[in-house]
């Protein structure tokens, strides 16, 4: 499975920005794809995850209520909406695909991962 990022920049605090990934391969393999972040120096952290085929999706409490993971089988994509950005939001956005039902809401859960996206917000 491969994964392609795209969508990031600059906004100011409290501005909105959406991410996309496009997943390509065997995809019909991925039990879920789902977005991670890391900010410099700090560890890379768990954002939202949506599962394939039964769209159960899952959120760090420290963006429920300000960002929306949605899917489209489809055209193998995923997308991060992310509204009421923060400064703290700063970091590169990686996307990832799990092919199990395993800890989807952590690091070792996925198998594969896309090259990651710059955002940037300014307070």
């Known amino acids: 499975v491969q994964l392609q990022a795209s969508g990031g920049g600059l906004a100011p605090a409290g501005g909105s920005m959406r991410l996309s990934c496009t997943a390509s391969?065997?995809?019909?393999?991925?039990?879920?794809l789902g977005w991670f972040r890391q900010a410099p120096g700090k560890e890379r952290e768990f954002v939202a995850t949506?599962?394939?085929?039964?769209?159960?999706?899952y959120y760090a409490n420290s963006v429920k209520g300000r960002f929306t993971i949605s899917k489209d089988n489809a055209k193998n994509t995923v997308a991060l909406q992310m509204h009421s950005l923060r400064p703290d939001d700063t970091a590169v956005y990686y996307c990832?695909?799990?092919?199990?039902?395993?800890?989807?809401?952590?690091?070792?859960?996925?198998?594969?991962w896309g090259q990651g996206t710059q955002v940037t917000v300014s307070s």
């Open positions: 990832a695909a799990a092919l199990a039902p395993l800890e989807v809401t952590s690091v070792p859960g996925y198998d594969y």
């Open positions: 391969g065997r995809t019909a393999s991925n039990y879920a």
């Open positions: 949506i599962t394939w085929y039964s769209s159960i999706t």
